[in-house]
């Protein structure tokens, strides 16, 4: 099985962390920060989830 690392841009990880951080008190905050995680799992479980996308449309940082 082909291992998979995912990486979020600065700005997502921010978010990603406070809604880690509210998600202890909000119910909105852990409903999104779970949705987020479910598919994360699901991208990790089958790298061939989602639409493909074409190699000259990913920006050259990532």
Do not use: C, D, W
Not at 9 to 33: C, G
Not at 38 to 57: A, D, F, R
């Amino acid at each position: 099985m082909k291992t998979v690392k995912v990486i979020l841009s600065p700005e997502a990880e921010e978010v990603y962390n406070y809604l880690n951080k509210e998600s202890v008190n909000s119910k909105t905050e852990r409903t999104i920060f779970n949705g987020i995680n479910k598919k994360v799992e699901l991208v990790k479980q089958n790298i061939h989830y989602g639409n493909p996308v074409p190699k000259k449309l990913i920006p050259k940082e990532y």
